[in-house]
């Protein structure tokens, strides 16, 4: 199997190039973001209680994410592959992560993280605010937010994979393609 940990800042592209990846390694895509947002959508009790907490640009708690994580990985027993975009976002995510994967006999082959500077991240978020209708793209208070979160909570899992010798780092900011091609450079190397 090839799973492979999508890495990096709100706004650094992650969606974009897992959309990339999936197409060409057939894997499935996992991202707790569309997961979340699906469950809002539905108006569950999960997605009520998860919007607030999103609105706001705070991570929601460990238990839901990994909760939905963990279903997909029982709801997918054939799969190639899978890649995920968006978790884990703290060391307790990635140790559960750990966990559900080695139940499954398998593990994550690599961790790919995509680099870009604050100031490019914040201008890219409030862009795609005009159109995502997201409320924490709208307000650049919740996107400084957003990073800080990133920054204490999710930025350490970087030592979390390098001590397992499976972090890349790839510079985000260029032309997709070019990104693209930089990652799959990564993987076919694996
Ligand atoms: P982005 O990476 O652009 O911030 P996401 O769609 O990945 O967008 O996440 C949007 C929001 O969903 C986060 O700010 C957070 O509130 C919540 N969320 C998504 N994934 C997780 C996760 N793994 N742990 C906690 N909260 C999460």
């Known amino acids: 199997m090839l799973n492979i940990v999508l890495f990096g800042p709100p706004g650094a592209g992650k969606g974009t190039q897992a959309n990339l990846l999936i197409k060409r390694y057939s894997l499935i895509h996992l991202s707790t973001g569309d997961l979340l947002r699906g469950e809002i959508a539905e108006g569950t009790a999960l997605g009520l209680e998860a919007k607030s907490i999103m609105d706001r640009g705070d991570l929601v708690s460990d238990d839901i994410v990994i909760g939905m994580i963990a279903s997909k990985l029982d709801n997918n027993p054939n799969a190639n592959g899978f890649i995920f975009d968006g978790f884990p976002r703290t060391v307790a995510q990635a140790t559960a992560l750990d966990t559900l994967l080695k139940e499954k006999g398998?593990?994550?082959?690599?961790?790919?993280?995509?680099?870009?500077?604050?100031?490019?991240?914040?201008?890219?978020?409030?862009?795609?605010?005009?159109?995502?209708?997201?409320?924490?793209?709208?307000?650049?208070?919740?996107?400084?937010?957003?990073i800080n979160e990133y920054n204490n909570k999710t930025a350490p899992l970087k030592e979390f994979y390098s001590g397992q010798n499976k972090l890349s780092e790839i510079e985000g900011i260029g032309q997709v393609e070019e990104i693209a091609l930089k990652l799959n450079d990564v993987i076919d190397k694996l």
Do not use: P, Y
């Not at 890219?124 to 209708?133: D, F, M, Y």
């Open 106 to 146: 398998t593990f994550i082959s690599t961790m790919l993280s995509l680099k870009v500077a604050d100031d490019e991240l914040i201008k890219r978020l409030l862009e795609r605010g005009k159109e995502s209708g997201r409320e924490d793209d709208k307000n650049e208070g919740i996107i400084t937010n957003r």
